[in-house]
């Protein structure tokens, strides 16, 4: 009876912790998801338009483009247009009046100067979305990886698949490793 006992012990003791693993796994993945509850900055706003849909859509004051521009991450900057379109939309809010603040969905207001510069033309539309460049592609694994969160303080989706797997392959890891122990203790006691 003693040995049903030992055998049924390490295996209770492996499935309550893999049960323990697969919840901290999900209460960290919770947390990590949960938007932050504070207003997100200005800056932070224009990098999240651009991520929506490639295009900077909204409008914005010159200096909430700027500092976007300054608060981009390093792999944004490298593998994307995005200075570009911030360089176009900066020249864009250059051309609209100077007054009170031009933050538009920003809210900023602007550096507050007497702002002399000529209104932009009757027809111009400060902020207008870029005209699409052709179909984009996209096929299911864009998809699914583009339905999550687009927001510049999310955590990426395939950065928290690959620690998800990287968590049941070391689960699996160590199951292998308790199992090989049990049997080698079984066979050395039997």
């Known amino acids: 009876m003693s040995r049903a006992t030992t055998t049924a012990d390490p295996a209770r003791a492996l499935a309550i912790f893999a049960a323990a693993l697969v919840g901290a796994t999900a209460v960290l993945l919770t947390l990590g998801a949960a938007p932050a509850?504070?207003?997100?900055?200005?800056?932070e706003r224009v990098i999240d338009d651009w991520l929506d849909n490639g295009r900077i859509d909204g409008v914005y004051s010159a200096r909430c483009i700027e500092e976007a521009?300054?608060?981009?991450?390093?792999?944004v900057r490298a593998y994307s247009d995005i200075e570009e379109k911030l360089d176009a939309k900066l020249q864009e809010a250059g051309r609209a009046p100077q007054g009170g603040g031009g933050g538009g969905s920003g809210g900023n207001s602007g550096s507050g100067g007497s702002g002399t510069t000529d209104p932009p033309p009757p027809g111009a539309v400060v902020g207008e979305p870029e005209p699409d460049t052709g179909?984009?592609?996209e096929?299911?694994?864009q998809e699914v990886l583009g339905a999550g969160?687009?927001?510049?303080?999310?955590?990426?989706?395939?950065?928290?698949?690959?620690a998800v797997l990287a968590l049941l392959l070391?689960?699996?890891?160590?199951?292998?490793?308790?199992?090989?122990?049990?049997?080698?203790?079984r066979a050395s006691s039997g």
């Open 135 to 137: 179909p984009r592609d």
């Open 139 to 141: 096929g299911p694994i």
């Open 37 to 43: 509850q504070s207003a997100k900055p200005c800056w």
């Open 170 to 185: 070391l689960t699996a890891g160590g199951a292998g490793l308790l199992a090989r122990k049990l049997q080698a203790r």
């Open 69 to 75: 521009r300054k608060n981009l991450p390093e792999d």
């Open 149 to 162: 969160n687009t927001d510049a303080s999310s955590v990426p989706l395939p950065l928290i698949i690959l």
